[in-house]
């Protein structure tokens, strides 16, 4: 199946620094990519969805100048915490569709675990 | 809005033994995706099994299987032969076709626990 890969697989920052978590899908191409959060023994919660050169669409509640989200090709979305602060540590998780085939699975990340002091 | 609910929020089978997990969903659409994921300790997500709402045949892979009743909205999932390596959170996930507007709606999950 296809391969999406997440960097870094976690993170460790002081409160007020921003922190990029990259998401790229391997083998393939995805107009669409989705980043989650979960929250501990919690489901994921989808924070925005991405589209390739366009502007993300975030869910209701969620920050979008907090979490910048930036999709530039078909293979890269970027997830930019910014002024991180203790209750934004979580795990985050982004998952993509195949270009074209948007009725099938998504794919997801490894998830990567991001600790704010 | 779609909804999805899993009312066991643990569960437990023994080895080699059959376990079902429940999911239901409220919709207003008639054409749907549901999908049932495993989240092992690695937090990877994985695919398990999916239905498609326009196909009355039950899905089935390998081990898992659905029960999908699409009147009343339920996909309950059907684990044979247990393995050690089918414990993990499994949760279930609806989505509708829309092109690229589509997301998944997860439920809250169910913790399987397989003992010996």
């Known amino acids: 199946g296809a391969v999406v890969s997440q960097h870094p697989s976690r993170v460790i920052c002081k409160s007020g620094t921003s922190v990029k978590i990259e998401c790229r899908s391997l083998?393939?191409?995805?107009?669409?990519m989705f980043w989650y959060r979960q929250f501990p023994k919690q489901s994921l919660m989808l924070m925005a969805t991405s589209n390739e050169g366009s502007k993300a669409t975030y869910e209701q509640g969620v920050e979008k100048d907090k979490f910048l989200i930036n999709h530039a090709s078909l293979t890269l979305s970027t997830l930019t915490v910014t002024s991180a602060h203790p209750e934004d540590s979580s795990f985050y998780i982004c998952?993509?569709?195949?270009?074209?085939?948007?009725?099938?699975?998504?794919?997801f990340g490894p998830g990567t675990r991001l600790t704010v002091l | 809005a779609q909804t999805v609910t899993q009312s066991q929020p643990e569960m437990s089978v023994q080895e080699a033994e059959t376990v079902t997990l429940s999911c239901t969903y409220d919709?207003?659409?008639?054409?749907?995706?549901l999908f049932w994921y495993k989240q092992p300790p690695s937090r990877q997500m994985i695919l398990v099994i999916r239905?498609?709402?326009?196909?009355?045949q039950n899905a089935t892979e390998n081990r898992f299987s659905v029960n999908f009743q699409k009147a009343a909205k339920s996909f309950s999932l059907k684990i044979s032969d247990s393995q050690l390596g089918d414990a993990a959170m499994y949760f279930c996930?609806?989505?509708?076709?829309?092109?690229?507007?589509?997301?998944?709606?997860f439920g809250t999950g169910t913790r399987l626990q397989v003992t010996l």
């Open positions: 919709t207003s659409e008639s054409d749907y995706y």
């Open positions: 239905q498609e709402a326009y196909k009355q």
């Open positions: 998952s993509a569709l195949v270009a074209g085939n948007f009725e099938n699975e998504q794919f």
């Open positions: 083998d393939f191409q995805a107009t669409t």
């Open positions: 996930a609806y989505r509708i076709p829309t092109g690229t507007a589509s997301k998944l709606t």
